[in-house]
């Protein structure tokens, strides 16, 4: 993170540089905050959320060996900085200019830093989202303000993508050794597939001071009786077809079962709707969110490839190994889902992101209550309904259970450090500025 920082003032010096030598552009006489939009027909910000969502959805548009967190990460942070220099209530991410105009236009600012990063890192979309990009333009009306707007985001965009160029994340992952002792990970059936992101833990947080900042420690023995009791219940709970768990937990095993970032994008995108946050609240918002995100699993692969602790599946069919007299072996076992995300089982992603995400929408709300119904990203059709953020928290965890890929204190575990990484986000980024408003109230 550090380094990030030094990378960018160099960029910002510069860019500072040219917008207060270009004539009045970003120069506002009376520097009053007045209304410099129109409404649009839907926040901007959930607009180009959604958007990165449908990329990373397609098959074949996300690079296997570039977690789509970081492409989250890089846009929202670049649209929250550039509201963010127009209205100027917070402390920035990474970009502050000087003498942007606070009549500058908020969305148009929004709209070009989301359209530049994407074009960036989505090339082949270049079409769809420069029609997506004039459409969201067209509802603003056309003047100054607008074109200062634009200009703020498209700089803004540069610097953001100009300080993440070298963080790493184009390193080809280091070959893995699979080991052969009892509670090693292993290539999982049926499908015995490759482990992935055995790199990523070496790429630059976005916030975090090192991915090993909150590192955990290692599992429990094979031999306690947590482990025990945690490899029995998912041997029950989580086995195919299972005649222990309810009809409703096989269920929530198998709703889950996609990208656990993707679904609390969508349900912030129903809480910012529903709340109606402005554009700056907004911006802000889905950057603590997805910056927590993509912190959250730099760091669980720190820890799973730190600690390579073998998945329930491999546990199950091998228990006459682990030497512990409470597991019984069953050679034939498969989990409710069918086949297990390809890396070590400690901790647990899905843990870790709900937890982050809870953390970040109870702290930025003030509440924990809010109704709100969850679609599936594999289960096309199928809803399920919460009356608070920790209880989608606490289904999203426990699905790993019921879908037969973690043990309980995988996910005990993922949730800690899920907590860690959200608290540090929230607590020491996108803060109030108090010197600006001090000066906005004072004008």
Request: charged letters at 20%; one cysteine or more.
């Amino acid at each position: 993170m550090l380094k990030l920082l030094f990378a960018v003032s160099l960029v910002c010096a510069s860019l500072t540089a040219q917008v207060t030598t270009q004539t009045n552009t970003f120069t506002d006489e009376t520097n009053e905050k007045t209304s410099s939009s129109a409404p649009q027909s839907l926040n901007p910000i959930v607009q180009w959320n959604r958007a990165l969502l449908v990329i990373v959805r397609t098959p074949g548009a996300q690079s296997p060996t570039v977690h789509p967190t970081r492409s989250f990460a890089i846009m929202h942070a670049a649209i929250y900085d550039a509201v963010n220099n127009i209205d100027r209530t917070h402390r920035p991410y990474l970009v502050r200019f000087a003498g942007v105009s606070r009549r500058a236009s908020e969305a148009a600012a929004a709209d070009t830093a989301a359209h530049a990063v994407l074009i960036a890192l989505y090339p082949d979309f270049q079409t769809t989202l420069d029609k997506q990009l004039d459409q969201l333009l067209a509802e603003i009306p056309d003047g100054a303000h607008k074109n200062q707007g634009i200009k703020v985001g498209e700089m803004v965009a540069d610097a953001i993508l100009d300080a993440r160029s070298g963080d790493g994340s184009t390193a080809q992952p280091p070959p893995f050794v699979f080991g052969n002792a009892p509670g090693d990970f292993q290539s999982t059936p049926p499908n015995f597939p490759k482990p992935h992101f055995t790199e990523w833990s070496r790429v630059t947080p976005f916030a975090l001071e090192a991915a090993n900042q909150f590192r955990p420690g290692p599992p429990r023995d094979l031999t306690s009786d947590t482990y025990a009791n945690a490899f029995n219940e998912v041997k029950s709970l989580g086995i195919a077809n299972s005649t222990t768990a309810t009809a409703d937990q096989a269920l929530t095993g198998r709703f889950w079962n996609g990208a656990i970032q993707n679904y609390w994008n969508e349900i912030t995108q129903t809480a910012v709707l529903a709340h109606k946050l402005s554009i700056p609240e907004s911006a802000r918002l889905f950057a603590l969110l997805n910056l927590a995100f993509a912190d959250d699993v730099i760091a669980f692969y720190d820890a799973k490839y730190t600690y390579n602790f073998w998945r329930p599946v491999t546990a199950i069919r091998a228990a006459d190994t682990d030497n512990n007299p409470e597991t019984v072996a069953n050679p034939n076992w498969l989990p409710e889902v069918g086949k297990t995300t390809p890396d070590p089982s400690y901790p647990g992603a899905h843990a870790v992101i709900s937890a982050s995400g809870a953390f970040v929408l109870r702290k930025f709300f003030k509440q924990n209550q809010f109704d709100f119904n969850v679609t599936s990203e594999v289960l096309p059709g199928v809803e399920r309904s919460f009356r608070s953020f920790s209880a989608a928290q606490e289904e999203a965890t426990l699905s790993r259970i019921f879908a037969g890929v973690h043990f309980r204190s995988d996910l005990t575990t993922g949730k800690e450090l899920g907590d860690d990484i959200g608290a540090f986000v929230f607590d020491h980024f996108l803060q109030p500025d108090d010197r600006d408003l001090r000066l906005n109230r004072d004008k």
